[in-house]
């Protein structure tokens, strides 16, 4: 059996978690939360991580800091996850469903500016498989009208644009560890800060609303509700089995895009003879192994090797439906977005996770050679 995902375990977890024990400290932003944070503000370059229980905590958060609300609009593409969505729809504001770029999967730049009213607030681009849209040109936008970028990057911990992290772009960015993700902690996520005007507010709404942190530093004799708030800490023993898996990031990603690479060259053949679509390379982008999928020809085709592979003991799976398309997203939008419509119902997702052996890659090519009609 290959399974589509295996959640890694670099082995020091435990320990890690011992000492948290040991130190009978367990509630959030304790030794480890902090480790963690200021491994990511290091190696991703943002002014500032908060550690928060999942990647849609982290997309909801974002939504209160900039300020979105009633009678708002959010620029997303609708090639994504309904948490995109849904953080800008609690808030009360309106997504804005555009299509994506048929090379990545990630929001067509060149469909954004028709999209923007009066009424835009912000730009939140997806970063597909940790591949990086073109941010030059989302930038460009969001400057020329005024609008913030709030990133969802769940995917993208580990990857780059022109030289730099790609989480590292825009003014806000929602990372995922939820345990399908390269770097886990069962449930988890961060919200990584980059405009530093943001700074002060997201520790008062990452405590309940309050200037709690305040307190504890002594810059205040007490502390009171003085925000909009939540309970977006995560635990020490969280914090900790991620600390875990930031130590060994490099080596996690660094063997993810060698398996990433052995099928992309395994299958050119397959695409020479007009099978399947491999991804395209996106200049300026070093992506970090997140997903490897493929375009097959027709749903038909998709559907069929999802089941042959599965009688091979494969996992093999497809993604999003569109958002727009979907029950909830209907309600905001009746247009048609033809790429994100015909490739969600072509693509599929190849396992792909630290310990898949070469020896199971060639399995994996060689059944859908023989599935493929």
């Known amino acids: 059996m290959i399974p589509f995902n295996k959640p890694y ?10 000492e948290v024990l040991r130190n009978g400290r367990f509630a959030g932003n304790g030794v480890f939360s902090k480790k963690c944070a200021a491994w990511l503000e290091e190696r991703l370059q943002c ?8 990647g849609t905590a982290a997309l909801e958060m974002m939504m209160i800091l900039a300020n979105i609300g009633p009678g708002d609009e959010v620029i997303l593409p609708s090639f994504t ?6 953080a800008v729809v609690l808030r009360g504001a309106t997504p804005v469903f555009v299509d994506v770029r048929p ?7 060149n469909l954004i500016e028709e999209a923007i009213t009066f009424r835009t607030k912000a730009l939140c681009p997806v970063y597909y498989a940790g591949v990086a849209c073109d941010m030059e040109a989302v930038g460009a936008l969001a400057k020329r009208h005024g609008l913030l970028i709030l990133a969802d990057a769940a995917q993208a911990i580990g990857s780059e644009y022109k030289g730099q992290p790609l989480c590292s772009y825009g003014h806000m960015a929602a990372l995922s560890f939820h345990e399908t993700k390269n770097i886990h902690c069962g449930e988890g996520g961060a919200l990584l800060i980059n405009d530093p005007a943001f700074l002060e507010r997201a520790e008062i709404i990452m405590e309940k609303g309050t200037d709690r ?3 504890f530093r002594g810059e205040v004799d007490k502390y009171s509700w003085v925000d909009l708030g939540s309970s977006f800490l995560v635990s020490e023993i969280t914090a900790a089995f991620l600390y875990a898996q930031l130590e ?18 395994d299958l050119e053949p397959l695409e020479r003879a007009g099978k399947l679509r491999r991804p395209l390379p996106v200049e300026g982008c070093v992506h970090n192994g997140h997903i490897f999928w493929i375009l097959l020809n027709d749903a038909a085709t998709r559907d069929h090797l999802i089941y042959a592979l ?3 003991g494969i996992g093999a799976v497809f993604h999003y439906v569109p958002l727009h398309n979907a029950p909830m997203g209907s309600r905001f ?7 994100s419509e015909d490739y969600a119902a072509r693509l599929l997702r190849l396992p792909l996770y630290y310990e898949l052996a070469h020896e199971e890659i060639t399995c994996i090519v060689k059944s859908l050679e023989s599935a493929l009609p």
């Open 310 to 312: 599965k009688e091979r």
């Open 103 to 109: 090379d990545t999967m990630n929001i067509d730049e």
């Open 9 to 18: 375990l670099t082995g020091n977890e435990r320990a890690c978690i011992d």
């Open 213 to 215: 942190s305040k307190f």
């Open 248 to 265: 060994c990031a490099e080596e996690i990603i660094r063997r993810r895009v060698e398996i990433w690479d052995r099928y992309y060259r």
């Open 47 to 54: 002014a500032g991580a908060i550690l928060v229980p999942s």
């Open 333 to 339: 939008s009746a247009h048609s977005l033809p790429v």
């Open 81 to 86: 996850f309904s948490s995109t969505a849904n």
